[in-house]
């Protein structure tokens, strides 16, 4: 069932143009959507374990093509979840 929320947050995606110049996709909340790279990036992990954690559960994401795409919600969640399981 959270995947095919997940997939619903994806539809409504709309694309915008950072200060930078970056091309960023967020949906009406404000929450981006980032690519497997700039979800390893955010979280400071090697790719492999990036994908490990996508295949595993343990990061939500969607597969879109070759690729993944990840809320940045979703980073935001698991960090804090990773956080509470070594504070218990």
């Known amino acids: 069932m ?3 929320e997940l997939v619903w947050e994806l539809l409504l995606v709309t694309v915008r143009f950072d200060d930078k110049g970056v091309k960023a996709m967020e949906n ?3 929450d981006v959507v980032l690519i497997t790279q700039e979800a390893c ?3 400071r992990i090697s790719r492999p374990t990036c994908l490990k954690y996508l295949y595993t559960g343990r990061i939500k994401g969607i597969k879109a093509g070759k690729g993944w ?3 940045k919600s979703e980073l935001d969640r698991f960090l804090q979840g990773e956080n ?3 504070a218990s």
């Open 2 to 4: 959270i995947l095919e």
């Open 28 to 30: 009406d909340r404000q």
């Open 41 to 43: 990036d955010y979280l």
């Open 69 to 71: 795409r990840v809320l």
């Open 84 to 86: 509470e399981r070594k």
